[in-house]
């Protein structure tokens, strides 16, 4: 099975709900319908004024059998939310009446679903963008303990299986955080532990990218990944992870045994931390398309539970796909 399979089959194992909080949006309600015939999940949940999903799906000749449809406007968790919403904004000034409005938004909406335990995670994106769903999942779900920064990883799946895990490798941050601190990096780098323990079903080997391999260079950024280092060992010292590496020093054997003798992850890694995000995302569609590898995600890391945000420009695969991912990670 390739990575979409394995990841399909643990989500219809989990036996996980779903909410879809664009529920009238027509690629939304045909994944709906897929998600839910192919059981990847027992229950599916649009979120949006009831005759406006309906309408849709007629259009489009969508059955809506088996999918639970779910108006904030009239649901009968209205009170209960914004109770909810208000008493985890009104330390940032927001009013019961403010909150009562503000919890009709779907984005925010569907995130209280998962908050409250009524589903166990959440897709959106496919019409609004990337700040909106970071923001509702941040004001609602927020991040595990001890997490400041979400963060996202990509899963590449490259055609030589001698990379990686059997040619999967997690790839982060390619997607959200443009210029992450020293802590921010160790947080991604610890978020992307777990993800490859979830995604890839093994161990994490950790390698923290630089132009500089052990101080073979000086300059303020290699020193930010060398912070990162030391904060990781601190917070998570059980993980295999080291830094600062040059990408030939963190994935090939002989090249990491010359410049980093002694690392137990260098030519071993399967999980790639990028100093920032122009050199992530400038690496992934590097190995995407000149290696022709499969490149899954954005997937967002950090949420206290899991939320994950799609490309506008997204297909119904791609919304089934995100979705079997992203109830894979429920616990």
């Known amino acids: 099975m390739n990575f979409v399979e394995k990841m399909k089959e643990k989500a219809k194992n989990a036996g996980k709900k779903l909410v879809l909080a664009e529920g009238t949006e027509p690629r939304t309600i045909k994944a709906a319908r897929i998600i839910i015939d192919e059981k990847i999940s027992p229950e599916v949940f649009l979120v949006g004024k009831k005759e406006d999903i309906e309408k849709t799906a007629a259009a489009e000749g969508i059955k809506l059998d088996g ?40 984005l925010r909406w569907g995130a209280m679903m998962v908050k409250r335990g009524h589903a166990d995670a959440m897709i959106a994106g496919a019409e609004n963008s990337t700040g909106k769903v970071l923001l509702a999942g941040f004001n609602v779900i927020g991040t595990s303990p001890g997490v400041k920064s979400a963060s996202s990883c990509f899963v590449m799946d490259m055609p030589d299986k001698k990379w990686g895990q059997e040619g999967m490798m997690i790839f982060a941050d390619c997607a959200t955080i443009p210029d992450p601190t020293a802590e921010q990096l160790a947080e991604i780098a610890i978020q992307s ?45 059980e993980l295999k992870v080291d830094g600062e590496l040059q990408l030939d020093a963190a ?9 980093a003798p002694g690392s137990d992850v260098a030519g071993k890694a399967n999980t790639l931390i990028f100093p920032d ?25 950090g949420f206290a539970q899991p939320i994950t945000d799609l490309s506008r420009g997204c297909s119904v695969d791609d919304i089934v796909n995100t979705a079997a991912v992203t109830l894979a990670q429920a616990k």
């Open 277 to 301: 995000l122009q050199s992530g995302n400038i690496g992934y569609k590097l190995v995407q398309r000149m290696a022709n590898a499969g490149a899954y995600g954005p997937f967002l890391q």
């Open 251 to 259: 994935i090939v054997e002989s090249v990491g045994k010359s410049k």
């Open 193 to 237: 532990a777990e993800s490859c323990r979830t995604y890839l079903n093994t161990e994490p080997v950790v390698a923290l990218l630089s132009f500089s391999t052990k101080g073979s260079a000086k300059h303020e950024n290699v020193d930010k990944v060398v912070k990162a280092l030391e904060i990781i060992k601190e917070r998570a010292p």
């Open 67 to 106: 999918i639970t449809l779910v108006d904030p406007a009239s649901s009968d968790n209205k009170a209960e939310y914004s109770s909810a919403f208000f008493e985890l904004r009104k330390h940032k000034g927001v009013t019961e009446e403010e909150a009562a409005k503000a919890i009709q938004d779907n």
